[in-house]
């Protein structure tokens, strides 16, 4: 009865219009000081025990970085090089325009970021070249959710948060899968402009592909940086968040010089934004969360799913259709910090991998980001392209189909996420 309440509560304040995140905060302390006895104290240090983890750390850094990497000329960079490597192909832009945003992933941590930087630059080319804008919006508003995917990932650092995963483990079994998804995207991508017979750049000679390189070679290194001080150890995930924020402001302000001294403060500032946004979004999830905990809701649904002869196969479809419905709804991080806490432990009762999960929760998330009604690189192309939504919709379907394709494999197979860090000893085997 008292699930029941909370979940009404908190839709019924939902459909106000009210954020997300102080939803969250008046429903656990509606039901706290009416339906409980709890005392007030004991919430107050909840919420700050919640977020005192030193990962959450890494969220405003890899903000940070991804901010100073879209205004410091890093995209533009990249675009040239994928372009070099793989204009000459059928739909070569479009496929330079999925390469550039699996680059640029690997150095932001963030879909908008990334469909935001690659976008601006890429499609304005497309459609001087020739491309439908349709096509040129459909690519980069599904490879941009690459940017969730590809370590180092918000995302996952937010799943870290809410469930006391190994952050640095997700970061290395993310980059598989991601790889994966944005071969996937390519391939439709060159299906799809072969189909059609779209424009065709001229190969590039191999003089041109090596100043390009060399060119975008700073931006690369950060990929290095990150992933590379993770696994040797030098750093924690989330001093190689600080690091990545330290090198992309050296790189964008003294190394390419596209970020000029004057406008720091702006991109600090919007950095600052954004992360107060986020820390407030999971400073309500921390009291959901614990509310879930306190009512026994996860332990419930784990013994009512048993009781019915729910096995991993069942259990792990109804997660994907959990969460893509959510994704009609909210967006990712608040996804993560409300649905994590409760399914993760059913999850382990059922014998999923955490690592495993973690990496099917942000796929979906991925898919999340690409669907209306309030699918983020949805606005942020609309924004860049001035389609609309609806219009968008339509364009992104063929590259959405092989999203939930892959979402298939990546939930029942496994090995594609957990593979890489078994090799490297970073778990010790598959559950």
Known sequence: MNTAIIFIL????????????????????????????????SV??????????????????????????????????????????????????????????ALFAAVSGSSPACVVAIGSVILPAMVKQGFPKQFGAGVITTSGALGILIPPSIAMVMYSVSTNTSVGTLFIAGIVPGLALATALGVTTWWIARKHDYP?????????????????????????????????????????????AVYAFVIAV???????????????????????????IITNAVLFSFLMTSEGVPQAMADWMIAQGFGPVVFLLVCNLLLLLAGNVMEPSSIILIMAPILFPVAIKMGVDPVHFGILITVNMEIGMCHPPVGLNLYVASGITKMGITELTVAVWPWLKTMLVFLVIVTY???????????????????
Not at 13 to 41: C, D, R, Y
Not at 413 to 431: E, F, N
């Open 254 to 280: 003294f190394v390419y010089k596209d970020l000029k001294l004057r406008q720091i403060p702006k991109v600090l500032l919007d950095s600052a934004s954004m992360s107060a946004m986020l820390l407030y």
């Open 44 to 101: 107050a240090l909840k919420l700050f025990t919640g977020i005192e983890k030193f990962e959450i750390m890494a969220i405003p850094f890899f903000i940070l970085a991804g901010n100073f990497l879209t205004h410091g000329g890093v995209a533009r960079r990249m675009i040239r090089f994928a372009t070099s490597m793989v204009g000459h192909w059928y739909g070569g832009l479009g496929l330079a325009g999925v390469i550039a945003c």
């Open 200 to 244: 065709r750049l001229q190969k590039s000679t191999v003089r041109e592909r090596f100043a390009a390189f060399r060119e975008s070679i700073w931006g690369l290194m950060l990929v290095v940086v990150v992933i590379g001080g993770i696994y040797s150890g030098i750093f924690t995930p989330t001093e190689a968040a600080a690091m990545s």
């Open 413 to 431: 197979w496994p090995p594609l996420s957990l593979a890489l860090p078994q090799a490297l000893g970073m778990i010790t085997s598959a559950r």
């Open 10 to 41: 908190l839709i019924a304040l939902m459909l106000t219009g009210m954020p997300i995140s102080i939803a969250l905060g008046l429903t656990v302390l509606t039901f706290l000081f009416t339906l409980t006895q709890v005392p007030i104290e």
